[in-house]
């Protein structure tokens, strides 16, 4: 949580236990170079925690640049999401938007600043979720406890 992982060509990419959590995926099919970014919250207002990881809104320009220096070219990019859950709604306010909800709006808006098309979610619901993401071809295969396995 709060991390990130790049990488290129073959080998898995993992997260366990996505709850209200995002995994920001980004990939770059001709390079085969790709990365994820485990954030917890949409932006710095939340915490003053000096880690840019748990931040949407700092971890998304940071994935970028480490996936450039890997050989990733940033036209050629495509995005998925995967968690942003409501893991204790009836806990939370009503008057505001679960976490999850937030983690996952702050992504499709700091992707859509940088012009990352998102071309698969899994998101949202009241579950958690682990992914594994394959960097020879840009899969995810999505577990939640209880359902069926999902690639995106």
Known sequence: MGDRRV???EGT???TGLGSCV???????ASHVGGLAHVLLPDRSFSK????????TEAVPALLDELEEAGAERTRLTARLVGGAAM??????QDRPNIGRRNVS?????????????????????FG????????NGRIV??????SRVEI
């Open 7 to 9: 990488g290129q060509g």
């Open 13 to 15: 990419l993992s997260i």
């Open 23 to 29: 995994a920001i995926v980004l990939y770059d099919e």
């Open 49 to 56: 925690r000096d880690r840019r990881w748990l931040f949407v």
């Open 88 to 93: 204790f709604e009836d806990l939370a306010p």
């Open 106 to 126: 702050a992504a499709r808006r700091a992707l859509a600043r940088v012009g990352i098309p998102i071309v698969a979610e899994d998101v949202g619901g009241g």
């Open 129 to 136: 979720r682990s992914i594994d993401f394959d960097l020879s």
């Open 142 to 147: 999505v577990s939640s406890q209880g359902k």
